[in-house]
């Protein structure tokens, strides 16, 4: 389901560690992903589109069927609906920087409805890679540069239907050793519509897609330094039906799409501005709570809005929040966000179009598309950087 306000999360110690997508967006259209810290926790629990996973850690075994989406992992039972050619943007938990590796995005039709489907005996074709650079960094450096995001295009052509997403990073930093690799994958439901009428025919199944000696994923990425890298898989397939580099040998640099909005070119464009700024210090915690062995998430919310004789709109939010990161010690951090919207020719043209983002562990939002290109921030989180807690 689409991102829905949540007053108390609860989470392991263990989330704080390795990696999950929490979110995606679609063309805009930002969806909650299932997490294993705080989904189970909610009541009701939530229908999702993406699949369920066990924890935050990795599948080490290729063979096993966790490789498909994850271990333990059950079928969503919602499905989002993407045209043919639409932006998938994954969200992130924050990526530890000594997890370098490539990123791998794959589809499959289910061939009726995904939450019905096995996984593993679905037919993948990949439809985006990246892997390492020519100047030595990897694309998991560039998830971390753009604020822990990837974004990658659904083919134009593919054929309308239920289609199976899998998502992953993998991990090299051990990979020098068997099943030292770490794949962290996750799967969601789409509904792909339009015209086209491709079926790729260069596939894999999973598990049987990798095998655990392939040279991209036994490799030992620090001595000696690898110029060049075999990113495990199929070829890209690419609109039109060609095929891309695929697992090529050679260290290139990646291409990738930009979660940068265009930038406004006009005084018009920037008169929707959005700030964000640390206020104050959170409300102490109890002893109880501090000694506990889980961390709690706790957003507490005030909003006042004011409308000026001018016809400036005003909103501002507050938020404190609290989370017991260990039996001895506390993390707690503080934001507030304010949303000013003038009245502008431009504006006003545009406010007819504001569209309502509602964000889990936050507030809901009201803003103007062009309120996000002013100021980069990412769609599916207020401010992006607290994503990092969950």
């Not at 100047?135 to 593919?158: E, F, L, Q």
């Not at 030992?220 to 039109?240: L, Q, S």
Request: proline content about 6%; overall charge negative.
């Amino acid at each position: 389901m689409k991102s829905t306000i949540v007053s108390t999360l609860s989470f392991a110690s263990a989330a704080l560690a390795h990696g999950i997508v929490s979110q995606i967006s679609i063309d805009g259209d930002c969806y909650d992903l299932y997490n294993p810290y705080s989904t189970p926790y909610q009541n009701p629990v939530p229908e999702l589109i993406g699949w369920s996973i066990e924890s935050n850690g990795p599948v080490e075994d290729v063979s096993t069927a966790g490789i498909a989406c994850n271990t333990g992992s059950t079928a969503a039972q919602l499905s989002a609906t993407a045209a043919a050619g639409a932006d998938v943007k994954f969200f992130w938990t924050t990526w530890p920087e000594s997890h370098k590796g490539p990123v791998m995005t794959y589809l499959a039709n289910c061939n009726g409805n995904c939450k019905d489907a096995d996984p593993t005996t679905l037919d993948f074709f990949k439809i985006d890679e990246a892997g390492l650079h020519s100047d030595g960094s990897w694309a998991s450096d560039a998830v971390i540069a753009d604020n822990s995001t990837w974004t990658v295009k659904i083919p134009s052509d593919i054929a309308a239907g239920n289609y199976l997403l899998r998502h992953e990073l993998l991990a090299l930093h051990a990979a020098g050793s068997a099943n030292g690799a770490q794949f962290y994958p996750v799967c969601a439901n789409l509904k792909i519509t339009g015209s086209g009428s491709a079926v790729p025919s260069d596939t894999v199944k999973f598990p049987g897609g990798y095998k655990a000696t392939d040279p991209g994923i036994l490799i030992n990425i620090y001595y000696p330094a690898p110029t060049n890298y075999t990113i495990p898989g199929p070829a890209v397939y690419t609109a039109g039906g060609a095929a891309g580099s695929g697992a090529v040998t050679t260290a290139t640099t990646a291409t990738t799409t930009s979660s940068v909005v265009t930038a406004p070119t006009s005084a018009a464009d920037t008169a929707t501005t959005v700030t964000y700024v640390p206020i104050g210090t959170a409300p102490a915690v109890s002893s109880a709570a501090a000694e506990s062995t889980s961390s709690t998430f706790v957003p507490v919310v005030s909003s006042t809005s004011s409308i000026g004789t001018d016809g400036v709109m005003t909103s501002t939010i507050a938020m404190y929040v609290s989370s017991y990161v260990t039996e001895t010690s506390t993390l707690v951090q503080t934001v507030k966000f304010t949303l000013t919207v003038t009245p502008t020719s431009t504006t006003v043209a545009k406010a007819t179009k504001a569209t309502t983002r509602k964000h889990t562990k936050y507030v809901t939002v009201t803003k103007t598309e062009k309120a996000a290109a002013a100021t980069n921030v990412p769609e599916c989180t207020p401010a992006g950087r607290y994503r990092n807690l969950w």
